[in-house]
């Protein structure tokens, strides 16, 4: 998929919903199904990397950030430490 990865942050439509923005969490080697997680849903997303190519040429989807989760949460963890 092009100019994104498993790790990135994406904001997508589902069918009838609001944009949502998930983190890329897997992709299905085989298939190219992708499943999207965000810690604020108690759900996951999985759509066809067709669906969320066409979605990013059209506009309809767009990279929200390329910082892992983990980094982030590493480094507002260490900013915490410093402050104190």
């Known amino acids: 998929m092009a100019n994104w990865q498993v790790g ?3 904001r997508f439509r589902m069918a009838n919903t609001e944009p949502l923005c998930g983190l890329g969490c897997w992709q299905n080697p ?4 992708i499943l999207f997680f965000n ?3 108690p759900y996951a997303v999985a759509m066809s ?3 969320v190519d066409q979605q ?3 506009g309809r989807a767009q990279l929200v950030s390329r910082v892992p ?3 982030a ?4 963890a260490l900013g915490l ?3 104190r």
């Not at 085989?30 to 199904?33: A, R």
């Not at 949460?73 to 507002?76: F, Y």
Request: hydrophobic letters at 40%.
């Open 39 to 41: 810690p604020d849903w």
């Open 81 to 83: 430490l410093e402050k």
């Open 8 to 10: 990135d942050w994406l």
């Open 69 to 71: 989760i983990f980094d």
């Open 49 to 51: 990397a067709a669906t």
């Open 56 to 58: 990013i040429r059209s």
């Open 30 to 33: 085989s298939s190219g199904t």
């Open 73 to 76: 949460a590493a480094e507002r």
